[in-house]
């Protein structure tokens, strides 16, 4: 079994927001009632003065647990603090998690979150969405610490560090031993790779299983194509049909990475199923997408279909 490093997961920050009741009316209130029930009734042939109007006290509003009710979630204090330092995890813990951060930039409440930005675990490179700029490189890739089958064997290295825990956790759940065929691949790789694959099946053939250069996921450093390793390692289309490719299309959100191109999402995506491809969103928007029920990225983010290129 291969030794890789653990991933780090963020600390995750709740907050609860919600009106209170100002302490002095708080506190007067109760003192009222506290001297209403200790004192002695005394019998009086005087007749009762009138009661005061009762105050009514607006009811408190019920408090959402985990979620920021801020009407701009981008002006939290703890949000702007994790973009001045480009901590992914630390900007989602501020919006208040997955589910809350997703909903923010779908309702468009949250003008500081560019899906275009490829420097940002969410996003979004399809065929109707190139990376901007198109000839994007991560700033820094680390090894992935798996067997490999290609001399692509780089990713980000919060990937790098997460795809080593699901590997080693695999392997030790007797699903199988796991590598890699292809990570980090650059503008210029992708460009020969594409040609490749129009060569061997035309132009329609080839765009639906390999992303034109400045439009392909594998530029992010974000994505990796897994194989099945036993006694050798096998090809990324056999991978969903073995022990590892059922193991990891049930536990990868929990590493951080969703399945990209499921069964039935063709029309959406563009692409033909590939149970072998990962994409890093990072544990919380990746429990969000699962806990969900989502199959294709561009459903979870409310982004139009991309089944073709412009042109």
Same mark, same amino acid.
């Given at each position: 079994?291969? =030794? +890789?490093?653990?991933?780090?997961?963020?600390?995750?920050? $709740?907050?609860?927001?919600?009106?209170?009741?100002?302490?002095?009316?708080?506190?007067?209130?109760?003192?009222?009632?506290?001297?209403?029930? +200790?004192?002695?009734?005394?019998? $009086?042939?005087?007749?009762?003065?009138?009661?005061?109007?009762?105050?009514?006290?607006?009811?408190?509003?019920?408090?959402? /647990?985990? !979620?920021?009710?801020?009407?701009?979630?981008?002006?939290?204090? =703890?949000?702007?603090?994790?973009?001045? /330092? *480009?901590?992914?995890?630390?900007?989602?813990?501020?919006?208040?998690?997955?589910?809350?951060?997703?909903?923010?930039?779908?309702?468009?409440?949250?003008?500081?979150?560019?899906?275009?930005?490829?420097?940002?675990?969410? &996003?979004?490179?399809?065929?109707?969405?190139?990376?901007?700029?198109?000839?994007?490189?991560?700033?820094?890739?680390?090894?992935?610490?798996?067997?490999?089958?290609?001399? $692509?064997?780089?990713?980000?290295?919060?990937?790098? !560090?997460?795809?080593?825990?699901? &590997?080693?956790?695999?392997?030790?759940?007797?699903?199988?031993?796991?590598?890699?065929?292809?990570?980090?691949?650059?503008?210029?790789?992708?460009?020969?790779?594409?040609?490749?694959?129009?060569?061997?099946?035309?132009?329609?053939?080839?765009? *639906? =299983? +390999?992303?034109?250069?400045?439009?392909?996921?594998?530029?992010?450093?974000?994505?990796?194509?897994?194989?099945?390793?036993?006694?050798?390692?096998?090809?990324?289309?056999?991978?969903?049909?073995?022990?590892?490719?059922?193991?990891?299309?049930?536990?990868?959100?929990?590493?951080?990475?969703?399945?990209?191109?499921?069964?039935?999402?063709?029309?959406?995506?563009?692409?033909?199923?590939?149970?072998?491809?990962?994409?890093?969103?990072?544990?919380?928007?990746?429990?969000?997408?699962?806990?969900?029920?989502?199959?294709?990225?561009?459903?979870?983010?409310?982004?139009?279909? !991309?089944?073709?290129?412009?042109?």
């Amino acid at each position: 079994m291969l =030794s +890789s490093p653990q991933p780090q997961h963020a600390a995750r920050r $709740s907050r609860v927001l919600g009106a209170a009741l100002p302490l002095g009316l708080a506190v007067t209130a109760v003192g009222v009632l506290l001297s209403l029930a +200790s004192t002695p009734t005394a019998v $009086s042939t005087q007749p009762e003065p009138a009661l005061p109007e009762p105050v009514v006290i607006a009811s408190v509003p019920e408090v959402q /647990v985990g !979620a920021t009710t801020a009407a701009d979630p981008c002006s939290e204090p =703890s949000v702007l603090e994790a973009i001045a /330092v *480009a901590d992914d995890a630390a900007i989602i813990a501020g919006f208040g998690g997955g589910e809350s951060f997703r909903s923010a930039v779908v309702a468009g409440n949250a003008p500081c979150i560019s899906l275009a930005d490829p420097a940002h675990v969410w &996003v979004v490179v399809n065929k109707a969405r190139p990376l901007d700029p198109i000839e994007y490189a991560p700033s820094s890739l680390a090894d992935l610490p798996m067997q490999m089958t290609t001399r $692509s064997g780089q990713a980000r290295s919060d990937v790098a !560090a997460a795809i080593g825990a699901l &590997v080693a956790d695999a392997a030790a759940e007797g699903a199988g031993s796991i590598g890699a065929n292809n990570g980090y691949r650059s503008y210029d790789l992708q460009v020969a790779t594409h040609a490749s694959h129009v060569r061997n099946s035309g132009q329609a053939g080839a765009d *639906a =299983s +390999s992303a034109r250069a400045g439009h392909s996921e594998h530029q992010t450093g974000l994505a990796l194509d897994l194989v099945a390793c036993d006694s050798a390692c096998g090809g990324i289309d056999a991978f969903g049909g073995t022990p590892q490719g059922a193991w990891v299309a049930e536990n990868a959100w929990e590493y951080g990475f969703i399945v990209r191109y499921e069964q039935g999402g063709t029309g959406i995506t563009g692409y033909k199923p590939e149970p072998w491809h990962l994409r890093y969103l990072g544990p919380e928007l990746a429990a969000a997408y699962h806990h969900g029920g989502y199959h294709t990225l561009e459903e979870f983010f409310a982004l139009p279909a !991309a089944p073709d290129y412009a042109h």
